[in-house]
Nanobody
Framework: QVQLVESGGGLVQTGGSLRLSCAAS????????LGWFRQAPGKEREFVAA????????YYADSVKGRFTISRDNAKNTVYLQMNSLKPEDTAVYYC????????????WGQGTQVTVSS
């Protein structure tokens, strides 16, 4: 089992920045695929970014490209999401996720952290 705990959410004004962290514990692996998702009120959960260790590939949703950066520190078992130039439409609960495989569904999810961007 792997436990994921997000932190770093909060209230920020339009144009501001936040950095989310997700700390993993339990049966962690430096080869896990790590991702960030978000869910806004009344909407389905959507993909934000992913970091695939084995291939080195990084993917972003079109809506966050150029503004968000996913990174990982394997020594700390932590994945980060640096969010810049935030917009009100970025308001959502943000979740981190981990997977054994490089593609497909994720095996573990965090509990989420709220990000609110005021206009």
């Amino acid at each position: 089992q792997v436990q994921l705990v997000e932190s770093g959410g909060g209230l920020v004004q339009t144009g501001g920045s936040l950095r989310l962290s997700c700390a993993a514990s339990g049966r962690t692996s430096s080869n896990y695929r790590l991702g960030w998702f978000r869910q806004a009120p009344g909407k389905e959960r959507e993909f934000v970014a992913a970091n695939i260790k084995r291939s080195g590939n990084i993917y972003y949703a079109d809506s966050v490209k150029g503004r968000f950066t996913i990174s990982r520190d394997n020594a700390k078992n932590t994945v980060y999401l640096q969010m810049n130039s935030l917009k009100p439409e970025d308001t959502a609960v943000y979740y981190c996720a981990a997977a054994y495989s490089d593609y497909g569904t994720y095996d573990y999810w965090g509990q989420g952290t709220q990000v609110t961007v005021s206009s």
